[in-house]
């Protein structure tokens, strides 16, 4: 949510709040973290003795759960 440079109702604070995540690095490792466990739970999913309709409705889940609009 912070992401987004049309937010409104917050103003200043906002753009602060984004600032020191960029500043603090914050937003790089968070990024990257969620890189990471996607890509362990798609292998994990790989390795799974499941359907292969369960199978495409968790990567599905998944691509969902990690899509970034910016």
């Given at each position: 949510m912070l992401s987004n440079p049309n937010l409104t109702g917050v103003g200043a604070d906002a753009d602060r709040i984004r600032q020191v995540l960029i500043a603090t690095g914050a937003r790089v490792k968070v990024a990257n973290m969620i890189t990471t466990r996607c890509t362990q739970a798609?292998?994990?999913l790989e390795a799974a003795p499941l359907p292969l309709t369960a199978t495409a409705a968790l990567r599905k889940l998944v691509d969902a759960a990690t899509a970034r609009a910016s």
């Open positions: 798609l292998r994990a």
